[in-house]
């Protein structure tokens, strides 16, 4: 049941967390959310061409290191032509309906194969 001091103690606090933000779980005043609200700077994706059609760009993991060349389609091994590229139904995003219809698609196959050893 609500008395009036709890009612008052749930009013002072709505006002502190108007007056503050919450952090990863900490609640932070204006000085320091100011701090914590600096964000990292991420490097522009690569647009030249003719850089992009020669080089596999991103792929350099070392400092002073290049990007790898693409290599002609021989160099690779087989298998590589032949991977499955299609998601599954748990790698799209849950809110949408065609997640729905394969989950349930997938559903119905595994109980159907269930059924199916069972009988």
């Not at 900490?26 to 320091?32: A, M, N, R, S, T």
């Not at 790698?91 to 119905?108: G, H, Q, S």
């Amino acid at each position: 049941m609500l008395t009036r001091k709890s009612l008052s103690l749930c009013k002072n606090l709505t006002f502190l967390q108007s007056r503050a933000l919450h952090v990863n779980g900490f609640l932070l005043g204006k000085k320091e959310a100011k701090a914590a609200g600096k964000k990292d700077k991420f490097l522009d994706a690569e647009r030249d061409p003719e850089k992009l059609c020669k080089f596999v760009c991103g792929a350099n993991i070392m400092k002073n290191g290049q990007d790898p060349e693409i290599k002609p389609d021989s160099e690779y091994p087989d298998w590589l032509w032949n991977l499955k590229l299609e998601r599954g139904p748990y790698e799209r995003e849950p809110d949408t309906f065609k997640y729905w219809r394969l989950v349930r698609r997938k559903t119905l196959q595994q109980m159907n194969k269930e059924r199916k050893k069972v009988a």
